[in-house]
Each structure stands twice: as structure tokens, then as C-alpha cells.
């Protein structure tokens, strides 16, 4: 606690009145939190400044300002908090979900950590939490990015599955919705073409879920890629694409 | 009067009853000190309008304390924001509510605006006038120290003293 000064009693009145400059009233604020006696009279002092303003209450305004007012938040009337619902897509439901699955596995590993208090598996257990932790705030940042309003969107349909490339600063996600399994011992590929670049370059490969739902970030600069593309690969992935693209996406 | 909370909780439901209520209740304060401050009716009714309307789409603000205090404040500081756009320096009032403030809350549920004025009357003019130029004018009170042609340190002193003796006048006036 901050030794109380009396010097400071003054600037407390002038404080509670509002007529403190900016930052004389954010240093009386910041000695308020620590200075118990400050604090209670300004706590003392602030009834009567509010009866200052209470003192002005002697007119009314027109009853005209109160039609106006009521016809403004009538419209709104039975409106929650939350105006829209926002429907959340397939993906990125899955992307929320897969959070929750992975704080709550955060949530076991610490009560297994607890339970057994062994040193080695502690430290395992924690480097393992913050790749945990580390997963989470990826996922928390593609959750971000897909549901930016400012993100870019690039529609895909392809057969059964539809989807969209979402491109949000230097970040792109492919996130597909009711994508097929791939054939078995077979995985999806994307493909990424840099700009200028006249062949294919082989990224991550990934299947969808049960639900036919993937969500998967890209690691390349999105600003400097042109064009998208997804196949069907042997397991392990390919350095050259050996079957007939899913898909091939310009980001034009 | 009727109690705030419960109107505001109310609001947070978005029942337009209560907010009309709230509006009914406190119109004529806010009303009050922007017309006070603004001098203009057409302005301190936007004021009022801009206070009420905020209220309605952000009850969240108001947590808990006296609502009649706040609401003041609220009504400083948008009738502040109306004067700085016309290139004067104001200073705000804070708007959180501090944790404790029983004298507050019974006092405004006491006191009624004339007798108020009345307290008021009876500071020392030379406190009366800086606390009401620094409350209702929105000056620094280095502008108050200029415009008077008091010391700073006098001008700081003053509105203690005379903050504390409203004080006690109103705690004269509170039955409990």
C-alpha cells in the first residue's frame, strides 16, 4: 500500500468533481487503488457531486423526446443480446469442438499429473501441456481467421463435398464439409502454386472426419501463393500429384 | 421512484415497460444537467436521447451502486463530449462506481432537487462557484484558477472544503 500523503486530498475532490486534466486524473486513479484513506474520501466526496448534477433537475424535456426514444428501441424489443444468431458452418464447428476436446484433455492430464506426483511424469506432462497449450492457440487463431469477416473466400464444390479456401492476412485454411473418406491407404494432398511459379508445390495431407469435415491450415504465406489445389494421394503423401485433382482453386 | 435495479434488470431483459419506467424516473436529471451545461434545449435533448438510448443498448454498463449517480455522470460526460466538439477542454467525471457508497444511495432517495439547490446555496460563494463552474462547465481547474483569479492550490482547496460541506448538509437532510 502507498504511503498516504494529505497533499493528495485536494486533487481527490477535484478528481471526484471531474475537473482534473487527463493525466493528473489517471495519476489520482492510479493512487486511489493503493491508498485506502484517499480512497475513502473520495468515496465520502462523491455523493456530493452527484447531488451537484442533481441540483439541475428542474425542467423536463418535450414529451416528444420520449416518443422519439421509445419508437427507436421498440423495434428491438424482445431482442437478446446476441441480435443474429450466427449459424456457425460444419467446419467451423468442428474446429470448436476440437477445442473443447482438447482443453478437456488439458483438464485430464492435469488431474493425472496430480494423482500420480512423479516427478518424471510431470515434466513429461508439461512439456507435453504446452504443445497442448501450443495446438490450442493455433486452433484459436484458425477459429479467428475463419470466421473473420474481413477473410477472403473462395467457394469449392466439388461432387458431393463443398467447402471454401479461406485466405485471412498471411494464413489460408481449406475447410471442407462433407468431403468423402479417401480410398484406404490414401489421404488427401494440398497443393500449393507461388506466385509466378509454374508447378504445383506439395503441402499437408490430411483426411476429413467422421462427418466428412476438415479443417486444415496451410503452412505457407498465403501471400505469396496463386492457386490451391487438393488430390488423392498414397498415405505419406506425394512429391508430384499422381492422380486427377479434387480440386484446383485460383485465389484471384 | 422506483428502484432502479429492478428497472435495469428489466432493461437487461429488454422489457421496453421498464425501460420506459427508467426513462419516466430520470429523464428530467439527465435532461437537467445537459440543458444546464449546454445551455441549448435542442442539444440537451439529443444528450438525453444519447443517454437513454446507450442505457437500452448497453445495460451492462451500469452494475451495481447508485444508478442516480451514475446515470449523472453519464449525463456529464456525453453533455462534455458535445462541448469538446465545439474546441473547448473538458475533463470527464469517472463512471465506475465505486464500491461502497450508502450515504449515496440514501441520500438520493431522500433528497429532492430543490432542497439540494438549497444545500448548495449555502456554500460560500467562493466555493460554490468553482464547484459548480468545474461540474457544469467541465473545466480543469487550472481553467478555474484562470477564469477566477484564485491560486491553483486555493482553487483545489476550495472544492474540498466545499465537496465536504455538501456533504454534511446532505446527511442533515437524509432520514433513515
Given amino acids: 500500500m502507498n504511503a498516504h500523503d494529505d497533499s493528495m486530498l485536494d486533487s481527490v475532490a477535484v478528481y471526484a468533481l471531474g475537473a482534473l486534466p487527463p493525466a493528473e486524473a489517471n495519476a489520482v486513479r492510479a493512487h486511489l487503488e493503493t491508498c485506502a484513506e484517499c480512497r475513502e474520501e473520495y468515496r465520502q466526496l462523491l455523493p456530493a457531486v452527484s ?202 | 421512484m422506483e428502484d432502479a435495479d429492478r428497472l435495469m434488470a428489466g432493461v437487461r431483459a429488454r422489457n421496453a415497460a421498464a425501460f420506459e419506467a427508467l426513462y419516466d424516473a430520470y429523464n428530467r436529471l439527465v435532461y437537467g444537467v445537459a440543458l444546464r451545461m449546454l445551455g441549448d434545449v435542442a442539444a440537451a435533448e439529443d444528450v438525453t436521447q444519447a443517454v437513454f438510448l446507450k442505457i437500452w443498448s448497453s445495460p451492462d454498463l451500469f452494475v451495481s451502486g447508485n444508478f442516480a449517480g451514475w446515470i449523472v455522470r453519464i449525463a456529464r460526460n456525453r453533455a462534455l463530449d458535445v462541448l469538446r466538439s465545439k474546441s473547448r477542454t473538458h475533463v470527464e467525471l469517472p463512471e465506475q462506481q465505486p464500491d461502497d457508497e450508502p450515504l449515496e444511495d440514501r441520500a438520493f432517495a431522500a433528497i429532492d432537487a430543490a432542497r439540494v439547490r438549497s444545500a448548495i446555496k449555502q456554500l460560500p460563494p467562493e466555493q460554490r462557484e468553482l464547484i459548480e463552474m468545474g461540474f457544469f462547465g467541465g473545466v480543469t481547474h487550472e481553467e478555474l484558477a484562470r477564469r477566477t483569479g484564485t491560486p491553483l492550490g486555493t482553487v483545489k482547496t476550495r472544492i474540498r472544503s466545499g465537496l465536504r460541506r455538501l456533504r454534511s448538509a446532505l446527511e442533515g437532510m437524509v432520514t433513515v
Avoid at chain 1, 468423402?180 to 499437408?204: C, F, N
Avoid at chain 1, 467422421?210 to 504465406?221: F, K, L, M
Fill in chain 1, 51 to 252: 447531488a451537484v448534477g442533481a441540483s439541475a433537475e428542474d425542467s423536463e424535456p418535450s414529451p416528444l423526446l420520449k416518443k422519439r426514444i421509445m419508437r427507436q428501441i421498440r423495434p428491438n424489443v424482445g431482442e437478446m443480446k446476441a441480435v443474429r444468431p450466427i449459424v456457425w458452418p460444419a467446419y467451423a464447428v468442428a474446429a470448436a469442438c476440437l477445442v473443447v476436446a482438447l482443453v478437456t484433455g488439458i483438464m485430464n492430464i492435469s488431474l493425472n499429473s496430480e494423482l500420480r506426483q512423479n516427478q518424471t511424469q510431470l515434466a513429461q506432462l508439461s512439456a507435453h501441456s504446452a504443445q497442448v497449450t501450443r495446438e490450442l492457440a493455433l486452433q484459436r487463431t484458425a477459429i479467428a481467421d475463419l470466421v473473420a469477416p474481413d477473410s477472403q473466400r473462395f467457394p469449392v464444390q466439388t461432387g458431393e463435398a463443398n467447402g471454401e479456401v479461406v485466405r485471412h492476412g498471411s494464413r489460408i485454411y481449406i475447410a471442407m464439409n462433407a468431403l468423402p473418406a479417401p480410398p484406404k491407404g490414401k489421404v488427401y494432398q494440398a497443393w500449393t502454386l507461388r506466385t509466378g511459379a509454374s508447378t504445383m508445390s506439395p503441402s499437408v495431407t490430411f483426411v476429413p472426419n467422421g462427418n466428412g469435415v476438415a479443417v486444415v491450415p496451410i503452412p505457407v504465406n498465403a501471400k505469396q501463393i496463386s492457386a490451391v489445389a487438393v488430390s488423392v494421394e498414397p498415405d505419406g503423401g506425394s512429391k508430384q500429384p499422381t492422380s486427377k485433382p479434387t480440386f484446383v482453386l485460383k485465389l484471384s
